[in-house]
């Protein structure tokens, strides 16, 4: 196995060569958890790895319920399948409790007072339903309650690496808060190993070529808890070592041929760039910091079969979506006209 191997094997592993699903829920679901810090551009995520999605599809399956975005694993945005929720929560939350807890003191709010005003904005929740952030803020103010814009944020943060809120259903591309028992109830209870060995199955299923160090990143996990899941599951994966680093996949997988070239325009923290710890298989160094910068900020990118070439961004003109590509180098008349194409099904997505 090299390089080249290793993001082949990652195309199609990650649902992007190809494949067999039909549903927004069931791409999110087999992926484990998709970052989403950029809402509408990672529903794109989603579509790029579902053939005949649309933007539509995606945000319907969001307002329904059957994917759910939240705070979870690390401690920002992800998408998660309704049916993978509860057991994650479960899972994430004793790790990002304290993270949370610091930002709040490190921006001296008053830990001490927010339990009772997390009470206030759950109620607010339970009598009024889906809410965005400012609507919340409102019905607050209409009761006489005063809760200071970063104190709600946090708030809300909580709330849902708890397991008590989560999206609800968009208002025009404004986020909700719902409560995410109303959304999908909770039908059991997990062990913790049971839910290490989930993990680490979707982990190394669904990113595979992929290192310990790089589950820990994804994961939040500690390093104990990850070798712990990865050992829970190892006997169904296998590993290759390369310039030091010991690769894991199923054992079942099998190197696809090299095909025709492929361009591919990924959204901003898409899974393939944003979940691994080491990515210089997708880059080469002196084009590092045009696409991820050191504060952790991912601009949109332009893949040929699995490399970064380049950078897009939508614009809007005379009212309509367009897309502008910067490429890092001077770029083939074949690789133009192979993004021209990766620009139209974005387009039609839309």
């Not at 679901?29 to 990672?42: P, T, V």
């Not at 994650?88 to 990002?96: R, V």
């Not at 890092?328 to 021209?340: D, H, I, P």
Request: with cysteine.
């Amino acid at each position: 196995m090299n390089p080249t191997d290793i993001l082949q094997i990652r195309l199609h592993n990650q649902l992007l060569a190809g494949n067999q699903l039909k549903e927004p829920h069931e791409v999110v679901s087999y992926m484990g958890a998709m970052q989403s810090q950029a809402s509408e551009m990672a529903k794109w995520g989603i579509g790029n790895r579902l053939e005949g999605a649309t933007y539509q599809r995606v945000t319907e399956a969001l307002d329904a319920g059957r994917i759910i975005r939240t705070h979870i694993l690390r401690p920002t945005w992800h998408f998660v399948s309704a049916e993978d929720i509860h057991w994650m929560i479960e899972l994430s939350f004793p790790h990002l409790k304290p993270v949370f807890f610091s930002y709040a003191r490190m921006i001296g709010i008053d830990e001490a007072d927010l339990p009772r005003k997390r009470v206030q904005v759950i109620n607010t929740l339970e009598k009024q339903g889906h809410l965005t952030k400012q609507e919340i803020d409102m019905h607050l103010k209409n009761e006489g309650i005063e809760i200071d814009e970063r104190e709600l944020s946090i708030i809300l943060s909580q709330a849902e690496i708890e397991g008590i809120v989560c999206n609800g259903v968009a208002k025009g591309i404004k986020h909700t808060y719902a409560l995410l028992e109303e959304r999908t109830p909770k039908t059991r209870a997990f062990v913790k190993e049971e839910a290490l060995a989930m993990l680490a199955y979707r982990f190394f299923s669904s990113h595979g070529p992929a290192t310990l160090h790089d589950f820990i990143w994804w994961s939040g996990l500690l390093i104990t808890e990850a070798r712990s899941a990865l050992e829970l599951v190892k006997e169904q994966f296998v590993s290759e070592t390369l310039n030091g680093r010991e690769f894991w996949m199923k054992n079942d997988i099998r190197i696809p041929e090299k095909g025709k070239d492929a361009v591919l325009l990924l959204p901003p923290f898409d899974e393939f760039v944003v979940s691994y710890k080491d990515r210089s298989e997708l880059i080469e160094n002196e084009h590092y910091g045009k696409v991820m910068t050191k504060n952790g900020l991912f601009s949109p990118t332009v893949m040929l079969n699995g490399r970064i070439i380049g950078s897009w961004k939508k614009v809007t003109k005379k009212k309509a979506p367009e897309v502008e590509v910067s490429f890092f180098k001077k770029a083939s008349r074949k690789t133009e006209q192979l993004v021209e194409v990766a620009i139209k099904e974005y387009l039609r997505f839309l």
